[in-house]
């Protein structure tokens, strides 16, 4: 009789657990599905990861009373592997928040999941502006940079120096497509014209031909709207060419990373536009030190990002009192944001205003300190970088 | 022109590596799925060299092979002699853990973004030939690679211990019956194999970055110049790996989208049209 009453009792406490593990309790679960280990992971990757776990040690390690876990996945920039994990964590793992790193196609695809879950995601790696423009969601915010501010950003910069025709060679994925045409935009709304484009291969092997049909163009600028490897690549080959003679070569994403492997030498008098620095101020020159301390090279803007993303995040939910996705994402969009990455506010459309930064390259004879890279050449306020409210084709913003 | 110059220097690139690759499974059967991340250690070697030691490119093109040529009869000893006489499929699997392996542990301690290394000095500079400004360091890579293959052909077909080597693989008992030190000649052969993997690496580093993912972009390719000239034969994958490379450059100016896929293209038509390659011996 009394073992029976014992095993009955458990069978409704475990029966009851299991039912409350699903609404709130049990552990908070951010995940991050990024590049782990292919052209894109020294920007982001593991790192990353880490970035995210030291913002919720920071944070206390709880939030709502609830200890906080970190998930981690590589989707190897296959927007199929992005979906389905975070499917997979929304379901069984009762993920509170999903944040997206780098590559765009694979942000898309998790930005489509997170609507249908109605869990909050942040984009950080990814630059197509799609998502917070004609892909936006009620749940998408899109924190670091995009497409159009680059554009703004760099381009603009360029086509105002004297630089009117333009040559572009593209990544053939959702990323590159949304830089070559937003770039293209900027460069026809300043008088520029564009001659031609060609488009690569992802993690393409060999620029030579690509880079021999550029030079046929006879444009002043070569675009390059690529990343990471892909941008390393292209740029030591246009220097072997000696394309760079000829034409000026604008990366329109480049990472501090992509300055570090390519060296000064190669990089010297680029113009490059990014949402965050490390020697930018005191705090951000803070963060730095312990991300050098650990891994030895400085943090890219989008590990910065990664930090300042996840704390505001807890710091949004501790405000909202519970994880529910509708409520937190009403906190996430009327809140200030004030940290060493930066300063701003998230849009109705989900896109995080923020300022802008164009940086020159450095020489080799200027750069004093390793990793001192960059100087500012101008701080662009969030309002012009970003694609503004009139031209945004999102659905969430009243016209 | 320029065009067909350029897939020339890329089908150099393609027939060193499918050389190698052609030698260690002509002669010993193994499909040796490690060759890609040997290219990629022959690249970082040349880089370490010069970090390090301050070894410059044409020591390195000497060195590097050398150390990846050991660390390739070290693999052959500790690991795949055991496999011999098994389904090559064993092999295939080893040497794919194996590149796996390799390619983790560069990754680990360089990152993906890799490393720069510098044109040689002697051959930095380009000349201007006419239709094209070509980089004096591309001219001299299609050259050295015609000389390494030509050489590693004449080795093979026309010399004693080329004859040796083949006769081993068609029956090791016997050629060991004539006191011929068998396992020590398929030793060197595949350290040889590796030895020109990275060789190939040393003569790429200069021209692309130094990555841990170097190998395992181009792997898969070289697979398909080997299978398309025929599996082992190693005049049949020179030839094809400097064709495609051509074939590969006119797609990037005809169809740029589709020059990644268009070798898997020239694949698959060549196995419906001759299965045994375009100069392979039908069995």
């Known amino acids: 009789m009394k073992i029976r009453t014992v095993v009955a009792a458990i069978a409704v406490a475990l029966g009851s657990l299991s039912a409350i593990a699903q609404t709130d309790t049990g552990p908070v679960r951010i995940g991050f599905i990024t590049d782990m280990s292919s052209l894109y992971a020294d920007i982001d990757g593991p790192a990353g990861v880490e970035m995210i776990k ?32 975070a499917r997979e964590w929304m379901d069984k793992e ?27 995601f942040i984009a950080i790696g990814a630059g197509s502006a799609r998502l917070t423009n004609e892909d936006c969601t009620p749940y998408t915010i899109h924190y670091a940079y995009d497409t159009v501010a680059l554009a703004k950003v760099a381009g603009s910069a360029l086509v105002k120096a004297g630089n009117k025709s333009w040559y572009f060679l593209t990544a053939d994925y959702a990323f590159g497509h949304s830089l070559e045409s937003d770039a293209s935009a900027v460069v026809k709304a300043n008088g520029g014209t564009v001659v031609g484009a060609v488009r690569h291969p992802l993690n393409a092997s060999d620029f030579s031909s690509f880079l021999l049909q550029a ?16 941008t390393i690549n292209s740029m030591k080959a246009a220097k072997e060419f000696g394309i760079t003679k000829s034409m000026k070569v604008a990366g329109l994403l480049v990472f501090i990373n992509d300055v570090h492997s390519l060296g000064l030498a190669n990089t010297e008098g680029l113009q490059l536009a990014d949402s965050w620095y490390w020697n930018q101020d005191d705090a951000s020159r803070k963060f730095a030190k312990r991300f050098f301390d650990k891994y030895k090279r400085m943090p890219s803007s989008l590990q910065a990002a990664d930090y300042s993303a996840a704390m ?31 300063k701003g506010t998230v849009r109705a459309d989900g896109r995080m205003i923020h300022d802008m930064y164009l940086f020159q390259v450095k020489g080799a004879k200027e750069s004093s300190t390793p990793w001192d890279y960059y100087r500012t050449v101008a701080k662009v306020p969030g309002e012009q970088a970003f694609t503004s409210l009139a031209e945004s084709k999102c659905a969430l913003i009243k016209k | 022109m320029g065009q067909l ?67 390739g009869v070290a693999i052959e000893r500790s690991m795949l002699k055991h496999l011999y006489g098994l389904d090559p499929l064993y092999g295939l699997l080893l040497t794919f853990g194996l590149s ?41 890579v299609v050259f050295a690679s015609l000389v390494v293959c030509l050489g ?96 590969e450059g006119m797609t990037r100016v005809f169809y740029p989208e589709a020059s990644s896929v268009v070798v898997f293209v020239v694949m698959v038509i060549v196995l419906i049209l001759r299965p045994a390659g375009l100069f392979g011996k039908e069995t």
Request: glycine residues 12%.
């Open chain 1, 215 to 230: 030079q046929g163009s006879k444009a002043q600028i070569l675009a390059l709207a690529n990343a990471g490897g892909d």
């Open chain 1, 312 to 342: 505001n995040y807890l710091k949004a939910v501790q405000a909202a009192k519970t994880t529910d996705g509708d409520k937190v994402m009403a906190v996430l969009k009327s809140m200030k944001y004030d940290d060493f990455y930066s």
């Open chain 2, 152 to 247: 590693t052909w004449l080795l093979i077909e026309r010399t004693r211990l080329g004859a040796y080597l083949r006769a081993g693989t068609e029956n090791a008992r016997l050629v060991q019956a004539f006191g011929v030190n068998v396992p020590l000649m398929v030793m060197l052969t595949y350290g040889a194999g590796a030895g020109l993997a990275a060789m190939a690496g040393v003569l790429a580093a200069p021209v692309i970055q130094v990555t841990p993912l170097m190998g395992s972009n181009l792997i898969i390719v070289v697979f398909a110049v080997v299978v398309i000239g025929g599996m082992g034969s190693i005049l049949g994958s020179v030839l094809t790996g400097l064709g495609l490379g051509v074939i």
């Open chain 2, 100 to 140: 796996l392996i390799f390619e983790g542990l560069f990754r680990e301690q360089y990152g993906v973004s890799g490393k720069s290394y510098p044109v040689p000095e002697l051959l930095s500079g380009a000349t201007d030939i006419g239709f094209m400004v070509l980089p004096n360091y591309r001219a001299f």
């Open chain 2, 5 to 71: 110059m350029l897939g020339l220097v890329n089908g150099a690139f393609y027939a060193m590596l499918s050389l190698g690759l052609a030698v260690i499974f002509g002669l010993l059967d193994i499909v040796n799925f490690a060759h890609g991340a040997l290219y990629m250690m022959g690249a970082f070697a040349a880089w370490i060299l010069l970090d390090r030691f301050e070894l410059n490119f044409w020591l390195a093109l000497i060195v590097a092979p050398l150390i990846v040529g050991a660390l």
């Open chain 1, 54 to 85: 030291w913002a919720t040690q920071d944070f206390g390690g709880k939030v709502l009373g609830r200890p906080i876990e970190v998930l981690s996945a590589d989707h190897q920039n296959k927007p199929d592997v992005a979906s389905s994990k």
């Open chain 1, 94 to 120: 009762n993920l509170a928040m999903l944040i997206g790193g780098t590559s765009s196609g694979t942000s898309l695809a998790m930005a489509k999941v997170s609507q249908e879950k109605k869990r909050p």
